[in-house]
């Protein structure tokens, strides 16, 4: 499984209809999510867990998949870094 940053964006007149799309999956969906709301940001972040990019676009509500940003995540070890200094 990868771990992939999601940002879901919304305006604030969408803002109660995407917190309720969200919580309508559950409290655990819910939980994952990290909102800037209340700072003016109309922007959910989650950290998912999936198969694939396919499968994290499916776990979120449908109107927020067209302004959704999805980035894979992934860690380095400090052997890694050491290997890209002597890449160079």
Not at 54 to 83: C, D, G, H, S, W
Request: with cysteine; aromatic share 10%.
């Amino acid at each position: 499984m990868a771990r992939y940053l999601v940002e879901s964006q919304h305006t604030p007149e969408e803002c109660l209809r995407a917190l309720d799309e969200v919580l309508a999956r559950g409290p655990d969906e819910l939980a994952r999510y990290d909102w800037g709301c209340a700072s003016g940001d109309h922007t959910g972040y989650a950290t998912i867990e999936a198969e694939s990019r396919t499968a994290v676009e499916a776990a979120l509500p449908e109107f927020l998949r067209y302004k959704m940003r999805i980035v894979e995540l992934n860690k380095f070890t400090p052997e890694q870094i050491r290997a890209f200094h002597r890449g160079l």
